[in-house]
């Protein structure tokens, strides 16, 4: 009786272990990553907008015009990164801009 109750032990802790090695979690990606098909975008690092700021609006497209090689694309916006990092620029998701825009502002005191 006692091996019997030990194959049906064994039997059942071989069951429960190969269901938990067939069901790995899928993997998730960082928060702070964009989906490869997202559309990238640059958000000032102190957090101000070009939009109502001619000055700025006009140094963003100098800086731009300087760092990135082939406008048009996330593969492009991405070889551009560190040029426009070292010019105050960081490079977003679009759906997380206004976010960190704003974000950006408030560690900067705006």
């Given at each position: ?74 593969a492009a916006l991405r070889a551009a990164e560190a040029c426009m990092g070292q010019r105050g620029y ?21």
């Amino acid at each position: 009786m006692n091996h019997l109750n030990s194959a049906v032990v064994a039997v059942l802790a071989a069951i429960t272990l190969a269901g938990c090695v067939s069901s790995r979690p899928a993997p998730v990606a960082p928060s702070n990553v964009a989906p490869v098909s997202e559309a990238l975008t640059w958000v000032r690092k102190d957090g101000q907008s070009g939009r109502a700021n001619p000055a700025l609006a006009d140094q963003f497209a100098a800086d731009r015009a300087t760092c990135v090689q082939a406008p048009g694309d996330n593969a492009a916006l991405r070889a551009a990164e560190a040029c426009m990092g070292q010019r105050g620029y960081a490079l977003v998701p679009a759906s997380q801009a206004a976010a960190r825009a704003a974000e950006y502002r408030r560690m900067a005191g705006y």
